[in-house]
Structure formats: structure tokens, C-alpha cells
């Protein structure tokens, strides 16, 4: 009996975990920058919310979960691509690097809209580790010449 309720509480944590990622990356500063780990969680998650809810809430076994499974994942992601549709940064120049931290660059970013035009943006980029990255948009005429070095680098 003690084994469902440690698969349950690891089924949370881990919903938990990857839910506060995609909500961390659509709230915050913080941006997933591999699209594959990006849909990787959010199926994570909604895979999850399903057997949460599907195998402990509604106590569904056997075939029947795993029908109702397949397609409460499959519609849960269905309804999700729509709404985290997401158009792509790209960046143009590397304008400036951090003299103190190598993974710390300001950068001048676009984005295609299609039939809309550009949009452009200049960013101070913080790797933070693989995938993870920390933008904020700033100004350029306040970067602080102490601690950026001029790099213009055309990654086009």
C-alpha cells in the first residue's frame, strides 16, 4: 500500500517541477531556449496532470486509463501548441560583452511577424546553463562602459 502513495508524491513533484518551468519561462525573464526541451516539458506536465488526475483523483485502472490517458495527453497538447505558439528572437549583433562575467552579453535581436514587419530589441543576455538563458531588454545609451567591452559581432 505504501507504493502508490511514493509514486503519487513523486508524480507531484516532478508535475510540480516542470509546470513551475514552463510558468518560470512565460512569466519571468527566463526563456527555454531549445524549443525540443520546451515541448519536452510541457508534455512532461501534461502527462502528468493526466495521471494525476486520471489514475489518483478518479481511480481509473487497467485499459480504460490508458485510453483515457493517450487522449487527455494528446488534447491537453493539442490546446497547448495553440496557445504557446511562439515566434522566434533572433539575434543580428552581439553589441557588447560583459568584461566580468563570459556568458553575459547585450545583443540586438529581430523577430519576423510575416506579413506584420520586424521587431527588433536590444538585450542583456545571461546564459544561465544549457537552454536557460536570462534576457531583459534594456537601452543602449545606459550601458556602463566599465563593464561592457564593445564586441560588434554580426551573427547574421
Known amino acids: 500500500m505504501k507504493t502508490p502513495r511514493i509514486i503519487l508524491i513523486l508524480t507531484l513533484i516532478l508535475w510540480i517541477l516542470s509546470t ?5 519561462d512565460k512569466t519571468t525573464p527566463l526563456v527555454i531556449t531549445s524549443i525540443k526541451i520546451y515541448y519536452s516539458l510541457l508534455i512532461t506536465s501534461f502527462a502528468l496532470l493526466a495521471i494525476i488526475i486520471l489514475r489518483f483523483w478518479l481511480k481509473i485502472k487497467g485499459e ?3 485510453m483515457s490517458f493517450s487522449m487527455s495527453v494528446a488534447l491537453l497538447f493539442a490546446i497547448a501548441y495553440v496557445f504557446t505558439w511562439r515566434l ?6 552581439i553589441l557588447y560583452k560583459n568584461l566580468h562575467l563570459r556568458n553575459r552579453t547585450i545583443e540586438f535581436q529581430k523577430m519576423d511577424l510575416g506579413a506584420f514587419g520586424t521587431k527588433s530589441r536590444t538585450i542583456d543576455r545571461t546564459k544561465i546553463f544549457p537552454y536557460f538563458e536570462w534576457n531583459k531588454e534594456i537601452r543602449v545609451n545606459e550601458i556602463d562602459p566599465l563593464t561592457w567591452k564593445k ?6
Open 20 to 24: 513551475g518551468i514552463i510558468i518560470l
Open 64 to 66: 480504460t486509463l490508458v
Open 88 to 93: 522566434e528572437w533572433k539575434t543580428e549583433t
Open 151 to 156: 564586441a560588434d559581432i554580426d551573427q547574421t
